[in-house]
């Protein structure tokens, strides 16, 4: 669980809600602006790696570490910048007698442009266009370039920074035969239902009543992009430096899952030395296991593993909600369907889902992406409008019912359920 | 012979204008009962009497002069220049004899060297703390080592604290501590508190053979002794067995050995524990609050290495109850990416978007199991 500092949050909130386009546009050019330099830098440092030096090679690690943390200190912004549009957004859509809030915020949550997830889909149905068209043999030369291509592309999508899995050319082509066995057309719809939800947008702005709450409305459309592409592009220059990592960890004789479990420091050390003590590498089994890591006002960083972690654990334990028989959420897409229950408590669970079934998590990341496009409908315990689940199963047109609060941990693994995400409501068949 | 150094047990808090926060600090335990190992500090005004000696003084204050703070380059220029005098001047004669004097009454092999600022107005400076360092100098590096130390009052960093804090008029100086390091036959961790049920009644010791960093890297399973302060006994022992430990090698470095059937005796002696508990009471009343305490045993010895107030536990928690806090919930992430998270927002951030209120309070914690 991830806490930060509600007055320092509440202070930031209050100077966005100053001036929010403009200062919100600032924010969202310097993240921009970081995560291309952030990308280029990758893109340098990997290359050629094999051949360097310890030394040179911790360099290498230490360029990258520091544009790593210059891009993710700016994109942790948009996350209170959200918090401010959606305040100020309710008001104007109150002042302007709109009634039923919640869904009509979801409905003007579309991102201005293509994120990525959706320009992936995109390309895979054009993709199988082609193969259509021309009648392709699926082991030819032609669509292994493609599938190539599509994998340096798009390869990042379903990890998120370090952790989880790449998407490998492998599970591409089983994705793209699975487009195949399907009925032609699939883009057109994409293309048809993004223009009626825009549509849809549309005809909301005009309702509102003032001319800044109508450049706000827009104005959260671009909010909503920028909150998806900044972790995006992470991801994708993450994924662009993971050999070099991978070249680290080789060296230092571990797994990768274990080299991100250094800080910052050690890693620039071990890399340096050429080695790596075995009491450090006790440390990191101690840490993979669970820690805490919190800053305090007094410049210090504290780590905590073992019995101290128990200690932080149980001073921010979370309280239980009391259950309640009736599952509701937040629409996030609509649609009504039925499946399979298939509950997943973290992204070790994820190849649990098959196809047809109703994902049930507390909250999705990029690397759940995947998962949820086999599934029916996505259901999550928490998370808003503008939260991964929500952006992304808009975007992919998957039925998805978001804050329910509790699903995970009402439904049973394995039940039938209808979820009606037009009401957002989840019956147990 | 001018006085050019004083010995610990000649210091107490009230010498910080000579002798820095640090070397008074050390002379103010060593006179309140708390063994730490035995050392001097080189004060502050030998350092003025080596620019004077070695004619720096003016040429200091005129590349001080050029500099501006605002501008990176000019203060690492400035930096430079003034680092470099410091450490190529050639420390007067009678100096460097009576440092290398108190050095051979230490009698010990390494010893450890840190700056320590002083200032006029008294006042305890955030940026004496980024003053230099050295562990295991050896004599025949003691005098480059002061000088470094010397000079460490010069890095950018110090200069720009010292234009910043509006410094640049209040005289600063800086000492140096010279502190003999323990070779450690035992050692250990202690907490005055016990930090797991917070009971304050009781005394946590964590006792191991060799060096003591691979018992605070909790990489090795030391013996647990836990003790009550009233009435002072002990009331539980856990004997682990040790299989390896860290020792220093003649000469430098460590090596490691293998222990065998000596790792699976008790630590400590009864009589031994309670003499630790003790020291650990007076360390407590001493700083009036829990403390977290490193100590080591040579010669029949215990010596304390180093003393902080426990922040891990309740005290930082207190600080910010749970109300205080938005809960922006996450799967987990990876340690590496997570402390450069924290770094992003402390560092990079203010100056990426100054305009931005400071958004730096953090905490993650694994407790987000279903």
């Known amino acids: ?429 | 012979m001018q006085n050019y150094t004083k010995k610990f047990n000649e210091l107490d808090k009230t010498k910080s204008d000579i002798a820095g926060g640090k070397g008074a600090s050390l002379g103010e335990m060593l006179n309140a009962g708390i063994p730490v190992p035995d050392g001097f500090v080189v004060l502050s005004s030998t350092f003025e009497d080596f620019l004077h000696k070695a004619d720096l003084i003016q040429e200091i204050d005129a590349i001080l002069e050029t500099v501006d703070h605002k501008a990176v380059h000019s203060i690492d220029h400035a930096s430079e220049k003034i680092q470099g005098l410091i450490k190529h001047a050639t420390m007067p004669a009678d100096i460097a004899q009576q440092i290398e004097n108190d050095f051979l009454q230490l009698d010990s092999e390494f010893v450890a060297v840190r700056s320590s600022a002083t200032a006029e107005d008294g006042a305890d400076h955030a940026w004496a703390g980024q003053l230099d360092s050295f562990l295991n100098t050896t004599k025949e590096t003691l005098l480059e080592k002061v000088q470094h130390c010397w000079a460490s009052l010069f890095t950018p960093r110090a200069i720009f604290y010292r234009f910043e804090k509006g410094l640049n008029t209040t005289k600063i100086s800086v000492a140096v501590v010279v502190q003999k390091m323990v070779n450690s036959e035992k050692s250990g961790i202690a907490f005055s508190v016990h930090p797991v049920t917070e009971d304050r009644n009781q005394i946590i010791i964590e006792a191991g053979l060799g060096l003591g960093e691979a018992i605070v890297s909790g990489s090795v399973t030391p013996d647990a002794y836990v003790v009550t302060k009233e009435p002072q006994k002990i009331i539980d022992i856990n004997v682990s067995n040790q299989t390896r430990a860290m020792y220093r090698k003649a000469g430098g470095g460590n090596e490691r050995q293998e222990l065998g059937e000596k790792g699976e005796t008790q630590v400590f002696t009864e009589s031994e524990i309670l003499e630790l508990a003790n020291i650990i009471i007076i360390i407590e009343n001493h700083y009036g609050f829990p403390c977290d305490i490193e100590w080591a045993f040579e010669g029949g010895e215990f010596y304390i290495v180093q003393s902080r107030p426990i922040t891990t536990l309740s005290k930082s928690s207190n600080e910010y109850p749970k109300e205080n806090w938005l809960v922006v919930v996450s799967f987990k992430t990876e340690l590496l990416t997570e402390a450069i998270i924290h770094r992003g927002y402390r560092e990079s951030l203010p100056k990426l978007l100054p305009q931005i209120p400071k958004f730096r309070n953090r905490m993650i914690i694994d407790n987000d199991i279903y």
């Open chain 1, 1 to 429: 669980m991830i806490y930060i500092d509600l007055t320092e949050t509440s202070r930031i909130q209050d100077y966005f809600s100053g001036d929010i386009i403009k200062r919100a546009a600032k924010v969202y050019k310097k993240i921009e602006e970081q995560s291309e330099k952030f990308i280029k830098t990758a893109k340098t440092v990997v290359a050629n790696s094999e051949k360097l030096s310890d030394k040179e090679l911790s360099d290498r690690v230490k360029s990258f570490l520091i544009a790593y943390q210059n891009t993710i200190g700016v994109i942790g912004v948009p996350t209170i910048i959200d918090l401010a549009v959606e305040e100020k957004l309710k008001d104007v859509l109150q002042q302007s007698d709109i009634s039923n809030i919640e869904s009509t915020l979801s409905s003007l949550a579309i991102p201005y442009k293509q994120i990525e997830t959706s320009k992936e889909k995109y390309d895979l149905l054009t993709i199988a266009d082609k193969v259509r068209d021309k009648s392709l043999d699926f082991e030819s030369e032609k669509i292994v370039k493609l599938i190539r291509k599509h994998h340096k592309n798009y390869g990042w999508l379903h990890s998120t920074l370090f952790l989880g899995n790449i998407y490998t050319e492998g599970e591409i082509k089983t994705e793209l035969q699975k487009i195949l066995t399907q009925l032609r057309g699939q883009k057109e719809r994409l293309e048809q239902a993004r223009k009626e939800h825009f549509g849809e947008a549309k005809e909301i702005i005009e309702k509102i009543t003032s001319s800044d709450g109508k450049a706000l409305a827009k104005f959260f459309q671009k909010s909503v992009y920028y909150r998806t592409a900044r972790l995006e592009w992470m991801n994708n220059a993450c994924f662009i430096m993971r050999p070099l990592l991978e070249d680290c960890a080789k060296r230092l004789n571990i797994k990768f899952d274990e080299l991100i479990y250094l800080l910052p420091t050690e890693l620039i050390s071990a890399v340096e030395n050429g080695e790596i003590s075995t009491e450090q590498v006790s440390l990191v089994t101690k840490r993979q296991k669970g820690y805490a890591y919190i800053s305090d006002n007094n410049q210090q960083y504290i780590l905590a593993t073992g019995s101290d972690l128990d200690i932080w654990k149980s001073k921010y334990s979370e309280e239980h909600e009391s259950l309640s028989e009736i599952i509701r959420g937040i629409t996030a897409f609509r649609g009504t369907v039925r499946g399979k229950v298939v509950i997943v408590k973290d992204r070790s669970e994820l190849h649990l889902v098959e196809n047809g079934d109703v994902l049930v998590t507390r909250l999705t990341t990029p690397d759940f992406v995947m998962a949820m496009k086999k599934a029916v409908a996505v259901v999550t315990d928490l998370g808003g409008i503008t939260s991964h689940a929500a952006v992304t199963c808009r975007e992919l047109k998957i039925p998805c019912i978001i804050g329910t609060k509790n699903a995970t941990k009402i439904l049973k693994q394995g039940a039938i359920v209808e979820v009606d995400a037009n009401q957002g409501i989840i019956k147990i068949i």
